[in-house]
């Protein structure tokens, strides 16, 4: 019978289930989307690793001969174990994979108790295993990544299952007398929960499907854009779509349990009704009299205190709808100004700052400036106007008596200046530069030539006068000081001796310690000193400049010559300056893109809130507004009434978003020193405009259909007590 009447109903009321096919619809494209992005970032991550770091599970470091390996290979388990060549040195490092990841440590423990290996010497491919949700039983901590994926997914899933709930309340709910009838006439809660369940059923079953597969052609999409998009960043390999059974079925189970979540709670309210509390309960919105809209009733007059009370009776309804659009368009602009404060601030304290100061750096891994001895071939590379090869170190330095310059002292001396308790110790900065381009920074800042002694930047920031974004620099040291006093091993001094004093550092792409005193040191000189004296990097670095006005091919050119002519020995790594700009660029453009289509996920079930609740609401609007014609009031004052909710329900998350973006932006403006001008000359205006328009004309969608189908439709039957379909 039920389900003779259910389809019944669903053929002679199609217009009653689509505002619940389409939240169904939305609902399964969301998880399949969600699932589908979520399992094609993770192979591409173990892509990514396999191909940076390796396919193995297991590292054994030991002396290992034919039998021992043989032995290896002959565990259950173990799919392949083979030297690594390049790794073994003082010892054998053999290289294990297994069949079965999930007995990658049980197995490696038998192994080694077996070959009687210290645990020591074993090292896991932890990276690759805890991506596949394998970790060690003696981590405590181990890696969140699937926990957060489904917390993601559970909160995706309760707020689709409070959409699509009003969707299924506001159909059900305009059937209560129909089932007061029936439950007076014997059927019971469980049978009414059934035949609305099964309705539920019938009307999802296609959008659940159709939303499965879009989601799985979106994620496909999103992937070929984001491949175009990230074309040209250097050293990444290209993404594959890829999709599994099991992710097929997550998001299959996830929609069916999302529909039926929400299908539930209505009817099971229904159900539990009794025949007279059904046959009394109203159909239409019920304004009460003594609710007082006074900003709206100020503003608009009577239609303003109707739609005002229309809106709080649908507060409950909307409730999801306003959060999502209000975090949507928050988190919108608020995303876009902070990415374009952080542009700012890096294009002035990176890009533009340093722009003049390389093209080409190539980092010189393990490798002492001492022992390197290519720096005069990378000079003579063609297009190579400039380049200097320099290492870093740290150290301490000893003040003496007068020792700090009379500037400083009138500053407050340098504890205020640091913020320090003690000034016994100053911390020193040494870049040791190649001869020949310390030569040319002496010529540079009108010193004597000479290897013999030290340069030193003689500068220390006035922070009590100035901002970090426009600093002001007074005097370090005394200049007639002749030698700097260092810290050097186990307690002794080291007596530098000081070729110039200087406030002109060499063009490099360096930042220096606000409160160091930084020293330039010739390679000669530094090469007398003690081994140990100073904590040195164990890196060397080369800045290189290329021709004037040099264009992306040029310095691409320069920096595969440089590598072909360093790498056939040594292990660099190399960059340039247009490159790594444009580099950036891309990436803020990405992690915008991921950000605003989050955001955009948010505003459509925000916006897929309000057309369900707008077209299920259509039969109680239309009792209600029959009665408002019965009083005199005309087709023109209802449809005011109708703009006056459409604009309070898009301008209020756009009002709140900018009431809490605007306050914050400039609050962070001035706690970084920029000026606000500034900011207001790249202010995201005509995004965050564009989106704001979007939220207005969507809403403002939803209700022109609501009107359009309430204009069309006989109010005056609407009066009348609802009769069994």
Same mark, same amino acid.
């Given at each position: 019978?039920?389900?003779?009447?259910?389809?019944?109903?669903?053929?002679?009321?199609?217009?009653?289930?689509?505002?619940?096919?389409?939240?169904?619809?939305?609902?399964?494209?969301?998880?399949s989307l969600?699932?589908s992005?979520?399992?094609?970032?993770?192979?591409?991550?173990?892509e990514?690793?396999?191909?940076?770091?390796g396919?193995?599970?297991?590292?054994?470091a +030991?002396?290992?001969?034919r039998?021992?390996l043989?032995?290896?290979?002959?565990?259950?388990g173990v799919?392949?174990?083979e030297?690594?060549?390049?790794?073994s040195?003082?010892?054998?490092?053999?290289?294990?994979?297994?069949?079965?990841?999930?007995?990658?440590?049980?197995?490696?423990a038998l192994?080694c108790g077996k070959?009687?290996?210290d645990?020591?010497?074993?090292?896991?491919h932890?990276?690759?295993l805890?991506?596949?949700?394998?970790?060690?039983?003696?981590?405590?901590?181990?890696?969140?990544?699937?926990?957060f994926?489904?917390?993601?997914?559970l909160?995706?899933c309760?707020?689709?299952?409070?959409?699509?709930?009003t969707?299924?309340?506001? %159909?059900m709910?305009?059937?209560?007398?129909?089932?007061?009838?029936?439950? %007076?006439i014997g059927?019971?809660?469980?049978q009414?929960?059934?035949?609305?369940v099964?309705?539920?059923?019938?009307?999802?079953?296609?959008?659940?499907?159709?939303?499965i597969?879009?989601?799985?052609a979106?994620c496909?999409?999103?992937?070929?854009?984001?491949?175009r998009?990230?074309a040209?960043?250097?050293?990444?390999?290209?993404?594959?779509?890829?999709y599994?059974?099991?992710?097929?079925l997550?998001?299959?189970?996830?929609?069916?349990?999302?529909?039926?979540?929400s299908?539930?709670?209505?009817?099971?309210?229904?159900?539990?009704?009794t025949?007279l509390?059904?046959?009394?309960e109203?159909?239409?919105l019920?304004l009460?009299k003594k609710?007082?809209?006074?900003v709206?009733?100020?503003?608009? +007059?009577?239609?303003?205190?109707l739609?005002?009370?229309?809106?709080k009776?649908q507060?409950?309804a909307?409730?999801?709808?306003?959060l999502?659009?209000?975090? %949507?368009?928050?988190?919108f602009?608020?995303?876009l100004?902070?990415?374009?404060?952080?542009g700012i601030?890096?294009?002035?304290?990176?890009?533009e700052?340093?722009?003049?100061?390389?093209?080409v750096m190539?980092?010189?891994?393990?490798?002492?400036l001492?022992?390197f001895s290519?720096s005069e071939?990378v000079?003579?590379?063609?297009?190579?106007?400039?380049?200097?090869?320099?290492?870093?170190?740290d150290?301490?330095v000893?003040?003496?008596?007068?020792?700090?310059?009379?500037?400083l002292?009138?500053?407050?001396g340098?504890?205020?200046l640091? +913020?320090?308790?003690?000034?016994?110790?100053?911390p020193?900065?040494?870049?040791?530069?190649?001869?020949? %381009?310390?030569?040319?920074?002496?010529?540079?800042?009108?010193a004597?030539?000479g290897?013999?002694?030290?340069?030193?930047?003689n500068?220390?920031?006035?922070?009590?006068?100035?901002?970090?974004?426009?600093?002001?620099?007074i005097p370090?040291?005394?200049?007639e000081k002749?030698?700097?006093a260092?810290g050097?091993?186990d307690?002794a001094?080291?007596?530098?001796?000081?070729?110039?004093? @200087?406030e002109?550092?060499p063009l490099?792409?360096e930042?220096?310690e606000?409160?160091?005193?930084?020293q330039?040191?010739?390679?000669?000189?530094?090469? @007398?000193?003690?081994?140990?004296?100073?904590?040195?990097?164990?890196?060397?670095?080369?800045?290189?400049?290329?021709?004037?006005?040099?264009d992306?091919?040029?310095?691409?050119?320069?920096?595969?010559?440089?590598?072909?002519?360093l790498t056939p020995?040594?292990?660099?790594?190399?960059?340039?300056?247009?490159?790594?700009?444009?580099?950036?660029?891309q990436m803020?453009?990405?992690?915008?893109?991921?950000g605003g289509?989050?955001?955009?996920?948010?505003?459509?079930i925000g916006?897929?809130?309000i057309?369900?609740?707008?077209f299920?609401?259509?039969?109680?609007?239309?009792?209600?507004?029959?009665?408002y014609?019965?009083?005199?009031?005309?087709?023109?004052?209802?449809?005011?009434?109708?703009?006056i909710?459409?604009?309070?329900?898009?301008?209020?998350?756009?009002l709140?978003?900018l009431?809490?973006?605007?306050p914050?932006?400039?609050?962070?403006?001035?706690?970084?020193?920029?000026?606000?001008s500034?900011?207001?000359?790249?202010?995201?205006?005509?995004?965050?405009?564009?989106?704001?328009?979007c939220i207005?004309l969507a809403?403002?969608m939803?209700y022109?259909?609501?009107?359009?189908?309430?204009a069309?439709s006989?109010?005056s039957?609407?009066?009348?007590?609802?009769?069994l379909?």
């Amino acid at each position: 019978m039920w389900k003779e009447y259910s389809k019944g109903y669903l053929k002679q009321n199609r217009s009653a289930g689509v505002s619940v096919m389409a939240a169904a619809l939305l609902a399964a494209f969301f998880l399949s989307l969600l699932c589908s992005l979520f399992y094609n970032f993770w192979a591409y991550d173990v892509e990514r690793i396999l191909l940076e770091e390796g396919d193995w599970h297991v590292r054994i470091a +030991g002396s290992f001969d034919r039998e021992d390996l043989e032995l290896i290979r002959g565990f259950s388990g173990v799919d392949r174990a083979e030297i690594n060549e390049g790794l073994s040195e003082d010892k054998t490092v053999v290289e294990l994979r297994f069949e079965d990841m999930g007995d990658v440590y049980k197995e490696t423990a038998l192994i080694c108790g077996k070959l009687g290996i210290d645990m020591a010497d074993v090292s896991w491919h932890e990276t690759l295993l805890s991506r596949y949700f394998v970790t060690d039983p003696r981590d405590s901590e181990p890696p969140l990544l699937l926990p957060f994926f489904a917390a993601v997914l559970l909160v995706l899933c309760v707020s689709l299952v409070l959409v699509i709930r009003t969707a299924f309340e506001i %159909s059900m709910q305009a059937r209560v007398r129909q089932f007061g009838i029936f439950s %007076s006439i014997g059927a019971t809660p469980g049978q009414i929960r059934l035949c609305l369940v099964q309705e539920a059923a019938a009307l999802c079953a296609l959008p659940v499907l159709a939303g499965i597969l879009l989601g799985t052609a979106g994620c496909a999409g999103i992937l070929e854009a984001v491949n175009r998009f990230a074309a040209d960043v250097p050293g990444r390999h290209e993404a594959v779509f890829q999709y599994h059974p099991a992710v097929l079925l997550v998001t299959a189970i996830s929609a069916v349990l999302t529909v039926l979540c929400s299908a539930w709670a209505p009817a099971r309210k229904l159900s539990r009704m009794t025949p007279l509390q059904a046959l009394r309960e109203p159909t239409g919105l019920q304004l009460k009299k003594k609710s007082r809209q006074r900003v709206l009733g100020s503003l608009f +007059g009577i239609e303003g205190e109707l739609a005002g009370n229309a809106l709080k009776m649908q507060k409950k309804a909307l409730r999801i709808s306003n959060l999502s659009l209000t975090l %949507s368009f928050l988190g919108f602009t608020a995303m876009l100004c902070f990415f374009t404060l952080s542009g700012i601030s890096t294009r002035y304290t990176y890009f533009e700052r340093y722009q003049d100061a390389w093209d080409v750096m190539v980092t010189v891994k393990d490798t002492d400036l001492a022992d390197f001895s290519l720096s005069e071939q990378v000079r003579k590379i063609p297009g190579v106007r400039g380049s200097i090869s320099y290492q870093k170190a740290d150290g301490t330095v000893l003040p003496g008596e007068d020792w700090f310059s009379d500037r400083l002292v009138e500053a407050g001396g340098y504890k205020v200046l640091a +913020g320090t308790e003690s000034d016994g110790q100053i911390p020193s900065q040494v870049v040791v530069m190649d001869d020949a %381009s310390f030569l040319e920074y002496c010529q540079q800042i009108g010193a004597e030539p000479g290897v013999w002694g030290t340069v030193v930047l003689n500068r220390i920031w006035d922070s009590t006068s100035s901002s970090f974004r426009e600093r002001a620099y007074i005097p370090f040291v005394n200049e007639e000081k002749e030698t700097l006093a260092m810290g050097g091993e186990d307690g002794a001094t080291l007596d530098i001796p000081v070729l110039s004093y @200087t406030e002109e550092a060499p063009l490099l792409r360096e930042e220096y310690e606000d409160y160091a005193l930084v020293q330039f040191m010739p390679l000669s000189l530094w090469k @007398t000193l003690p081994g140990q004296a100073l904590d040195k990097d164990r890196d060397t670095f080369i800045r290189i400049l290329g021709p004037e006005g040099a264009d992306l091919q040029a310095l691409d050119e320069i920096e595969k010559q440089v590598t072909e002519l360093l790498t056939p020995s040594l292990e660099v790594e190399s960059e340039n300056r247009i490159q790594e700009r444009l580099t950036n660029d891309q990436m803020l453009q990405g992690a915008q893109m991921i950000g605003g289509a989050f955001c955009v996920l948010l505003g459509v079930i925000g916006l897929a809130g309000i057309f369900t609740n707008t077209f299920g609401f259509l039969r109680q609007r239309k009792r209600e507004f029959a009665r408002y014609l019965a009083v005199g009031m005309d087709s023109g004052e209802m449809r005011k009434i109708f703009c006056i909710e459409a604009a309070v329900i898009a301008g209020r998350p756009i009002l709140l978003g900018l009431g809490i973006t605007v306050p914050v932006t400039v609050f962070m403006a001035s706690a970084s020193h920029l000026e606000l001008s500034v900011f207001l000359e790249e202010a995201p205006f005509v995004p965050v405009s564009v989106y704001g328009a979007c939220i207005v004309l969507a809403v403002a969608m939803a209700y022109w259909l609501g009107v359009r189908r309430l204009a069309g439709s006989d109010l005056s039957g609407c009066l009348r007590d609802d009769a069994l379909n």
